[in-house]
């Protein structure tokens, strides 16, 4: 596997993330990231707001990637939030599951991404739940929810045993008033 090794021996790493701007007004809102699990490279690339090109290699030093099914990602976004839509790049060939929370305990899933989803077969790939946009997954498309916990996982029973993300975006109300 390229990249460093980040061995986590007590299971977590926390990673503290530049500013997000809601509603017009900047607050200081760290999104944090807690990984479960041994990773390659930093976790604060999910959030650096740096899409990788569709294809890149899932192991690439741009992505974040892990071979035990059991990893799990949860952030922390600093606030509850009214999640309308979200960007996310995954290796193309495994399923994966996005849960939300309130409160950080009791978690529901938003979507589940299957090996089967997307336009390309290998490589990182983009999908997104903005419809009309050319990486919209109609099946992954969600009702708007409030969550401030954001978990991502493998499914274990869907994929090669090789996983990678490479960025996570969410779209709320406060985001699509800033865009118009
Ligand atoms: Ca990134
Ligand atoms: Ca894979």
Do not use: H
């Not at 959030?47 to 290699?57: C, Q, R, Y």
């Not at 030093?61 to 952030?75: H, K, M, R, Y």
């Not at 409160?103 to 997307?118: A, M, P, T, V, W």
């Amino acid at each position: 596997m390229n990249g460093k090794k980040l061995d986590n021996s007590i299971g977590l790493i926390i990673f503290i993330l530049g500013l997000l701007v809601f509603g017009g007004v900047s607050l200081e809102a760290a999104i944090t990231v807690k990984v479960t699990g041994q990773i390659a490279n930093s976790p604060s690339l999910i959030f650096d707001g740096k899409m990788v090109p569709d294809k890149t290699s899932w192991d690439s030093d741009t992505c974040v990637s892990w071979e035990i099914a059991s990893v799990q990602f949860l952030f922390d976004l600093g606030a509850v939030l009214d999640i309308k839509d979200i960007v996310v790049q995954l290796d193309t060939n495994d399923g994966y599951y996005i849960d939300y929370s309130e409160d950080g305990k009791n978690f529901k899933n938003l979507l589940r991404k299957s090996s089967e989803d997307g336009d390309i077969r290998e490589g990182m790939n983009t999908f997104s739940t903005i419809s009309g946009t050319p990486k919209y997954i109609d099946k992954m498309d969600f009702k708007p929810v409030k969550a401030r916990y954001i978990m991502v996982y493998a499914d274990p029973k869907d994929g090669d045993g090789c996983y990678s993300i490479a960025e996570f975006k969410y779209i709320t109300e406060a985001t699509i008033k800033e865009n118009k």
